[in-house]
T-cell receptor, first 113, second 113 residues
Framework: EDKVVQSPLSLVVHEGDTVTLNCSYEVTNFRSLLWYKQEKKAPTFLFMLTSSGIEKKSGRLSSILDKKELFSILNITATQTGDSAIYLCAVEAGGTSYGKLTFGQGTILTVHP | DGGITQSPKYLFRKEGQNVTLSCEQNLNHDAMYWYRQDPGQGLRLIYYSQIVNDFQKGDIAEGYSVSREKKESFPLTVTSAQKNPTAFYLC????????????FGPGTRLLVL
């Protein structure tokens, strides 16, 4: 059974801090790893990672994948109150389970002014 | 505007009753998905469909049923066999197997009376 574990489950920081969110996974047929941000209702897509060691960057957010050790990290620098959200990691399977996403339980990030 | 819609926003179910959650998209996406979200458990896949008239069970399909008679519609029925239906239900769609373009609907919160 495919499995995705995120840590920490919750994190409280102050504006300006840098945070690192972790995602480890076990999947039979790995295709990609995705990060989402969920603020109120629907998650919004952040990054898709398929290759090890290649950092994806978008503003203050960046993410990298290690396919050997089976984990990914999401970094947020100079955090702002608007970064407060649930951050979800998901792994996409290939092969016979093509298109199936398995999500982690999420990390609840709270950024105080 | 193109997008994915879910209705109703809130739904109440009585014991022993079947209820159907609607999901419609006008993005011309081939693939559609249903997820259930419970606190501390991220998103769990219920059913997914890669093409019209075809669908596959996800990780927690028991007590649920779906149909995919039209490309734009993927309704989810929560049957009386689902003993713990109270949750937030999210529908999503994507262009075939391109998970980075997965769009989520606004969600339906189901409550049991």
């Amino acid at each position: 059974e495919d499995k995705v574990v995120q840590s920490p489950l919750s994190l409280v920081v102050h504006e300006g801090d840098t945070v690192t969110l972790n995602c480890s996974y076990e999947v039979t047929n790995f295709r990609s790893l995705l990060w989402y941000k969920q603020e109120k209702k629907a998650p919004t897509f952040l990054f898709m990672l398929t290759s090890s060691g290649i950092e994806k960057k978008s503003g203050r957010l960046s993410s990298i994948l290690d396919k050997k050790e089976l984990f990914s990290i999401l970094n947020i620098t100079a955090t702002q109150t608007g970064d407060s959200a649930i951050y979800l990691c998901a792994v996409e399977a290939g092969g016979t389970s093509y298109g199936k996403l398995t999500f982690g339980q999420g990390t609840i990030l709270t950024v105080h002014p | 505007d193109g997008g994915i819609t879910q209705s109703p926003k809130y739904l109440f179910r009585k014991e022993g009753q079947n209820v159907t959650l609607s999901c419609e998209q006008n993005l011309n996406h081939d693939a559609m998905y249903w997820y259930r979200q419970d606190p501390g458990q991220g998103l769990r896949l219920i059913y997914y469909s890669q093409i019209v008239n075809d669908f596959q069970k996800g990780d927690i399909a028991e007590g649920y049923s779906v149909s995919r008679e039209k490309k734009e519609s993927f309704p989810l029925t929560v049957t009386s066999a689902q003993k713990n239906p109270t949750a937030f239900y999210l529908c999503a769609s994507s262009i075939g197997g391109r998970q980075e373009t997965q769009y989520f609907g606004p969600g339906t919160r189901l409550l049991v009376l």
